[in-house]
Nanobody, 116 residues
Framework: QVQLVESGGGLVQVGGSLRLSCAAS????????IGWFRQAPGKEREGVSC????????NYADSVKGRFTLSRDNTKNTVYLQMNSLKPEDTAVYYC?????????WGQGTQVTVSS
């Protein structure tokens, strides 16, 4: 059974930092593409960042470029999202996702709230 468990969310002030983690079990992340998505209240879920299975290609939403960094540690089967210079508009539930061909798996989400 595949499980993705996110952690690291919380309440932070504007300009602060958080690091989200996504620990995977039941799947080897080294053969999966990985990514983080977020959903703010009243808005659709949007992609934040994604990385190819080999790690050769990483993309970021324009809104987070230069502030967020996606990484993976295949030895720990864990995905990270380092978030710096946080803004109120970054407030959302953040979801980890991994996918390969037609299969995708999602975590339960972790709340990030940026207060001004």
């Amino acid at each position: 059974q595949v499980q993705l468990v996110e952690s690291g969310g919380g309440l932070v002030q504007v300009g602060g930092s958080l690091r989200l983690s996504c620990a995977a079990s039941g799947v080897s992340l080294d053969v999966y593409a990985i990514g983080w998505f977020r959903q703010a209240p009243g808005k659709e879920r949007e992609g934040v960042s994604c990385m190819s299975s080999g790690g050769g290609s990483t993309n970021y939403a324009d809104s987070v470029k230069g502030r967020f960094t996606l990484s993976r540690d295949n030895t720990k089967n864990t995905v990270y999202l380092q978030m710096n210079s946080l803004k109120p508009e970054d407030t959302a539930v953040y979801y980890c996702c991994v996918w390969k061909l037609t299969r995708d798996y999602w975590g339960q989400g972790t709340q990030v709230t940026v207060s001004s």
